[in-house]
């Protein structure tokens, strides 16, 4: 069984760019969520989808978008990118909601210059 | 505010002995707990969890206690491998919440 696939791994961004990052759950998993990680702050929690509806927002600014699509595929977008975005971006799935054992991809790792 | 904390950025240990790894949260509707183990390059992954309707689950070499009373959880892992060497995040949840990580401690177990 394959599992949560990020892309890309790794892209390099200037400030004021935007980027859209994609997410494949694991089959048959209706679930995604999205996590920040940068040095020091943990994994920050972004949003969550289910059912191609978001269910769950995080503390973060307007410039953090997302979407499901009907196939439960996922992207996240990040308009006029600032230094502070640099961080790796974690895509989670989960069978249902708040099963709380989520299956992580191995992110997507953004560098702003 | 953090609801989720871990104090210990690291932690050392030997090969063969015990590793504790601490979690204390201050959110009181927090009803399931889990822990996952982070190596370099890679995705987080789940270790084990614990209801808050009990205090101990076992799995294997690891073991979750949980104190409600002190809102604090631990992980213990008996015997220390080498292989055990990585990030660990504590999480925290209750109904349709999203998990609350802690900022993860870096566990070293020295062969």
């Known amino acids: 069984k394959a599992g949560v696939t990020q892309t890309p791994r790794y892209l390099i961004k200037t400030r004021g760019q935007q980027v859209t990052l994609s997410c494949s759950p694991i089959?048959?998993?209706?679930?995604v969520s999205w996590y920040q990680q940068t040095p020091g702050q943990g994994l920050q929690f972004l949003f969550e989808?289910?059912?191609?509806?978001?269910?769950n927002k995080g503390n973060f600014p307007g410039r953090f978008s997302g979407r499901q699509f009907s196939n439960s595929r996922s992207e996240m977008n990040v308009s006029t990118l600032e230094l502070g975005d640099s961080a790796l971006y974690l895509c989670?799935?989960?069978?249902?909601?708040?099963?709380?054992?989520?299956?992580f991809g191995e992110g997507s790792r953004l560098t702003v210059l | 505010d953090q609801q989720v904390k871990q104090n210990s950025p690291s932690l050392s240990v030997q090969e063969g002995r015990i590793s504790i790894l601490n979690c204390d949260y201050t959110?009181?509707?927090?009803?399931?707990f889990l822990w996952y183990k982070k190596y370099p390059a890679e995705g987080p992954t789940f270790l084990i969890s614990?209801?808050?309707?009990?205090d101990k689950n076992e799995d294997g070499r690891f073991t979750v206690f949980l104190n409600k009373s002190a809102k604090h959880l631990s992980l213990h892992i008996v015997p220390s491998q080498p292989g055990d060497s990585a990030v660990y995040f504590c999480?925290?949840?209750?109904?349709?919440?999203?998990?609350?990580f802690g900022k993860g401690t870096r566990l070293s177990v020295i062969a």
């Open positions: 959110n009181s509707m927090f009803d399931y």
């Open positions: 999480a925290a949840s209750w109904g349709n919440t999203p998990l609350v």
């Open positions: 989808y289910f059912s191609e509806t978001q269910r």
């Open positions: 989670a799935s989960s069978l249902i909601r708040n099963t709380g054992e989520l299956f």
């Open positions: 089959s048959g998993h209706r679930s």
């Open positions: 614990i209801s808050s309707i009990k």
